[in-house]
């Protein structure tokens, strides 16, 4: 028979097809398995109204690979197509025949996957012939399409004894070189089923396959003591797939122990979930079923610039995209699962997602449901909380600083952050709530442990008047705070920044005229710390160490520390520090004196006393040996 031509200029647009529209070529069993089970909806549908049209053996899609004639054939049982279907459904590029069977029939009912009418052509990705056997319902006739590519195809009558549609490939030859792709490996039965695993595992009709299996052989009866066994390889039809999605299932239908089998099975994590969330969606742009987990721990490269976010993507039980980075925000990012949409509109591989209003709208309905689980978690299990945030807190907080603080007031009921006074993570709300009246600010303090905070001169002034300090130990947390700004209409406040508003008023007066009374010892002081301190002044917060460092101005020290801390940064950050002196304490005398007495001497003192504070703040001092020195110095007198 003459070889006819394809319509829709078909070299160039097949060509197109082959080379540029599919990124994977393992896609085409995907697109081939998807199109019998359109082929097998459509028979389904029909046969509602004609009993007759229901198969024996029930609606099934097999696999068959003969490595040795390098063929991959994929039949179904469905409606099968006539020579003038064939003509119109494989002679013509991009028409869909099953967009066309939905659209004629007005239903919803049937969850047909094509629209596109180009998943055939897929094929020739992998296959250098392709042959079409296909028997219509109610036909007596069968009838053959081949096709070598974009050259064109022939359709012939043929046999075959049932109604459905085989699909033969005919797999390439494997290129010369070892470190070029293969195509065998659409012919080895193992790669195969992995790949109807990974694509197609909720296809709602069974995909077969002869699968090998290793078979211990009957010991014969004569078998001598050393006996060792041996081996048979047997094959058994093997239903490749799950077909039953858990997520389509009703919740009460699920036990935890299924999800969580579920998840480990399918990310590859040996712990349990924190969370299983399970849900229906019914939207006006957008309808969608989706299965959520709070993962105990993050990935191993959770924090690295390697680690890629994302959902699985379904539509119809087909995947489409094995991480969706689109469908969650960065800092939810840890959450793992899928969702599952007939309603998006996607590019014409089934690759990608077209970015429309309705993936938009999918992912600002994911990103409500996570924050409200969270938030439902926090508050009627402590315990689990706790340990989401421990794992995964610094995501949150990282959300919350990001792009100027566009989020924030998103997560700011998720955060926590510890409690001096409770010895425990708090929420900000909490905080809030149990601030005595007379409380006019949210104190903190920013350090490297609890342990360290705990020691700071600073909170001292603090804890005389019962009020609590959150322990900040992140290094992002000051940050955070800074963007925050207040908790209702309670503005944050460092306890080693400004002045802390907690001293009597006779107390502040009594500490600036002390700090007027001593201006120029405390000038010397500053002139000897060569430009390290904005100024030295008599403390108002002190109530029994001797020194502290307060800032003034933005940049906090422990911000300074951090800043500084950032691997290949040319800049360098300096605080307004400020030398806080302790009236009340023997040393402030010993200063008098040396400055009448040894002015040589109260320079070096100044140096130790800022080290000092320095130390106590968490930051390094500028030169370790000569801060000993003068320590051993003032020992020997």
Known sequence: MAKQQFQAESK???DMMINSIYTHREIFLRELISNASDAIDKRHFKSLTDASLVP??????????DEDARTLTISDNGIGMTKEELEHNLGTIAQSGSLAFKQENQTDDTDIIGQFGVGFYASFMVASHVKVVSKAC?????????????????????????????????????????????????????????????????????????MPHSQEKPKPEDAPEDYKPEYETVYTEDTLNSMIPLWKKA???????????????????????????????????????????????????????????????????????????????????FVR????????????????????????????????????ELLKMQKDEREEYIKFWNAFGYSIKAGAYANYGADKE?????????????????????????????????????GSSTDALSKLPQAEMVRKHDYDILYLTADIDEFIISQLESQDDKKFRSITAGDLNLSSEEEKKEAEEKSTANRAMFDAMKEALDGKVKD????????????????????????????????????????????????????????IRLYTSDPDKLKTYAKLLYDQAMLIAGMPVEDPAAFTQAMCDLMAE
């Open 56 to 65: 024996e053996e029930g609606f099934e899609i097999h696999l068959a690979a």
């Open 138 to 210: 109610g036909s007596e006739q069968a009838y053959i399409w081949e096709s070598d590519g974009a050259d064109g195809y022939t359709i012939e009558p043929g046999e075959k004894d049932s109604y459905g549609t085989d699909i033969i490939l005919t797999i390439k030859s494997d290129p010369e070189g070892e470190d070029e792709d293969t195509y065998s490996e659409f012919l080895q039965t193992y790669r195969l089923a992995g790949l109807v695993r990974k694509y197609s595992d909720y296809i709602r009709y069974p995909i077969k396959m002869q």
């Open 12 to 14: 160039r647009l097949l």
């Open 410 to 446: 998103k997560l700011r009921d998720l955060m926590m952050f510890y409690s001096a006074k409770n010895e425990k993570l708090i929420t900000l709300k909490e905080y809030r709530e149990a601030m005595p009246e007379d409380q006019e600010e949210i104190y903190y303090a920013a």
């Open 251 to 333: 919740k009460k239908d699920i036990t935890q122990d299924e999800y969580d089998e579920f998840y480990r099975s399918k990310f590859m994590d040996y712990m349990k979930p924190l969370r299983t969330i399970h849900f229906h969606n019914e939207g006006l742009t957008a309808s969608y079923d989706a299965l959520l987990y709070i993962p105990s721990q993050p990935p191993f490269d959770y924090y690295s610039k390697d680690f890629s976010k994302g959902l699985s993507l379904y539509t119809s039980g087909v995947m489409i995209m094995e991480k969706c980075a689109d469908l969650l925000p960065d800092y939810f990012g």
């Open 337 to 372: 699962g899928l969702v599952d949409s007939s309603d998006l509109s996607l590019n014409i591989s089934r690759e990608m997602l077209q970015h429309d209003r309705q993936l938009k709208a999918i992912a600002i309905s994911l990103e409500k449901k996570i924050r409200s």
């Open 536 to 591: 030295v002044r008599v403390s108002s917060r002190l109530v029994s160490d001797p020194v502290c460092l307060t800032s003034e101005g933005n940049l906090s020290i422990e911000m300074e520390r951090v800043l500084n801390n950032v691997p290949n940064n040319g800049n360098h950050f300096s605080a307004e520090k400020i030398l806080e002196i302790n009236a009340s304490h023997p040393i402030f005398e010993k200063l």
